[in-house]
Every structure is written in C-alpha cells, then in structure tokens.
C-alpha cells in the first residue's frame, strides 16, 4: 500500500491511498483544474481512479467532488448527512456509507469512523489491504474512547494537527471563529495530536504524516516539535503534508 497528498489545509484537501490497481481519493477540496494539475504531479490522472470518497461537506473537501466524479465516471462514497449536505447528487453515482460497517473498494477494505466535527455527517476513514493498516484523521475536534479503538494497530497515520493555541488565542480569527476551531466540533490542535499519540499503539506504525496546518494559526515547525515530543522512543518516520506541496507517495513496509 501506497500513499500521497496532493494538498492538505484550509485551502484544500485531497490524499491519495493506492493499493496494487485500485486508488481511491479521499476529498477532493480543489477546483477540477486544479484538482487535475496536482494529480498530474502525483503521477496519476482521475481515468486512473476507482472512486472518490468523502469525509464531510466543508468546501476545502469537497469543492472539486462533483465535477471530478462526472468528468471521469467515479462512485462517490460517503454518508447519508453528507450527501444530503453537498446537494449535488443528480448525476452523481453516490454509495451511501454506514458508519456501522466496512466496505470494499477494489483490493482495499475501508473502515469508516464517526468524527466529533461540525458538519452533518463527518467520518474518517481507515484502510486495510489484509497486511497493513493506515489510518486517516483530519477534521476532528476532539480524541475519543471510539477513535482511539479503531485507530490502534497502525501501520502509517495521517493526522491533522491544525493550530497552535496560543496563535488561534492571539491571532485574526473573530471570536466565534476561534471558539469554533479550537471547540470540541472543530479540529485537533498540535498538544491534541500529540496526546492522541502518546495513548495510541505505537508499535507497528512506521509513518505519522502531519497534515492540515493551519496556516494562519500554526506553524509547521510548531506542529511537528509537538508530535516529536510525544515520540521520545518512536523509531518511525514523521512527515509533513502541506498545503501546496502535499506530501510525494510513501510505501508502507
């Protein structure tokens, strides 16, 4: 199993999960040309993927959805909430998702996991290709009992570790905003990701991707002192995915 980030942040996202022939996109927050352009530097091109998949409908995740899953032809999985938010459904080949069972897509099987986030629906998703296990977790305002069951025994995690407190406390934001990002609906903040990692099983993960930083509210070199303060004795590696980079492909081992 393989995989990439064609951007990750408040102005986009997108991450790509590769299992032998099947590739699946799990968001797909960019404009169709943009969208277009990013999976060229990836290497890839939307004819080459199996589907799309949802996790909530924010535009940074969903702006380029629709049109990205006409062009090419593309199932849409995601929940009920979700598709009844993105209101774009007429044409669309929607696979409803049960937040209470798996589901198959090609050579991968896909977990998904009810979120705390302030959407209709929101969920995460785990994939598994029968001998590795990488787990995705973005947009989620606060670690429960539930996350942390069904993300142990890893072996790669992308995990958002959105703002620095004091930069959201002391920065641009109005108030409501800053309550909204830094709430119990809003997104993990560098000490949340970082407590997450010092209670999840650390044994078999080889790879944490840092993503969705917030741009006006953390810094990169913030974000990762936090999680390496929680990894004293992890041996893995740790890997930024930024906004307009995204994150080259990795292989899981």
């Not at 590795?132 to 429960?144: F, N």
């Not at 999680?227 to 992890?234: H, I, K």
Request: proline fraction near 4%; hydrophobic fraction near 40%; glycine fraction near 10%.
């Amino acid at each position: 199993m393989r995989y990439c980030s064609l951007g990750s942040g408040s102005r986009g996202n997108g991450t790509l999960i590769e299992q032998g022939a099947s590739r699946v996109l799990v968001d797909c927050g960019f404009s169709l040309r943009a969208t277009e352009q990013r999976l060229r530097q990836a290497g890839t091109s939307g004819d080459q993927l199996s589907a799309i998949l949802v996790t909530h409908e924010h535009s940074d995740h969903i702006q380029g959805v629709a049109k990205l899953a006409r062009r090419y032809e593309l199932p849409v999985y995601l929940t009920p909430g979700t598709g009844y938010a993105l209101r774009e459904e007429a044409g669309l080949d929607i696979r409803h998702v049960d937040l209470h069972g798996r589901f198959v897509v090609g050579e991968l099987e896909v977990t998904p996991v009810a979120v705390p986030h302030d959407a209709r629906e929101p969920c995460q998703y785990i994939f598994d290709n029968g001998r590795q296990r990488l787990g995705v977790l973005t947009d989620t305002g606060t670690i429960t009992p539930w996350i942390v069951e069904q993300y142990a025994d890893l072996d790669a995690l992308f995990l958002e570790a959105n703002y620095d407190p004091h930069m959201l406390s002391s920065g641009p934001y109005p108030a409501f905003l800053k309550a909204r990002v830094g709430g119990n609906l809003g997104h993990l903040s560098n000490q949340q990701a970082a407590g997450f990692l010092r209670i999840a099983g650390l044994e078999r993960l080889r790879h944490i991707a840092v993503a969705h930083i917030s741009e006006k509210n953390n810094r990169p070199e913030l974000a990762l002192a936090a999680l390496q303060d929680a990894l004293t004795d992890w041996s893995g590696e740790l890997l930024l995915a930024q906004q307009d980079q995204g994150l080259p492909w990795q292989s899981i081992q």
